[in-house]
C-alpha cells in the first residue's frame, strides 16, 4: 500500500490543523493506521492510532485531549485532527499502515507515508 500525508503547515500556538493521508494499493480496509512524529534532533514517537475498522483508537498522553484520528474506508483516507496545538508539536508527522491490530510501536508498522511537517509559533 502506498500511503500520502498532506496538510501541514505553519500555525501559531492555540490553532488547527488537519492532517490527511491517503491510501492506494491494497484494500484500506484491511489496515491499522498509525499517526508518528520526528521532531529535530529526537526519536520518532507515536501520537494516534486507529484499528481497521475506525472503532478501537488510542493517543499518546500528549496529545489525548487535543487530537483526533479518525478514518473513511470509503475514501482510503485517515484523518488526525490537531487541535491547541502547541510549540511542541513542531514536528514531521507520518502516517503509517500495518495489518491485523493497531499498535503504538513504529517498528510494527510495515508501510509509511512520506511524512508532513508541521510548525507551531509560539
Known amino acids: 500500500v502506498q500511503l500520502q500525508a498532506s496538510g501541514g503547515g505553519l500555525v501559531q500556538a492555540g490553532g488547527s490543523l488537519r492532517l490527511s493521508c491517503a491510501a492506494s494499493?491494497?484494500?484500506?480496509?484491511?489496515?491499522?493506521m498509525g499517526w508518528f512524529r520526528q521532531a529535530p534532533g529526537k526519536e520518532r514517537e507515536f501520537v494516534s492510532a486507529?484499528?481497521?475498522?475506525?472503532?478501537?483508537?488510542n493517543s499518546a498522553e500528549s496529545v489525548k485531549g487535543r487530537f483526533t484520528i479518525s478514518r473513511d474506508n470509503a475514501k482510503n483516507t485517515v484523518y488526525l485532527q490537531m487541535n491547541s496545538l502547541k510549540p511542541e508539536d513542531t514536528a514531521v508527522y507520518y502516517c503509517?499502515?500495518?495489518?491485523?491490530?493497531?499498535?503504538?510501536?513504529?517498528?510494527?508498522?510495515?508501510?509509511w507515508g512520506q511524512g508532513t511537517l508541521v510548525t507551531v509559533s509560539s
Open positions: 503509517a499502515a500495518k495489518v491485523v491490530s493497531l499498535s503504538t510501536r513504529a517498528h510494527e508498522y510495515e508501510y
Open positions: 494499493g491494497r484494500a484500506f480496509s484491511n489496515y491499522a
Open positions: 486507529i484499528s481497521w475498522s475506525g472503532s478501537i483508537t
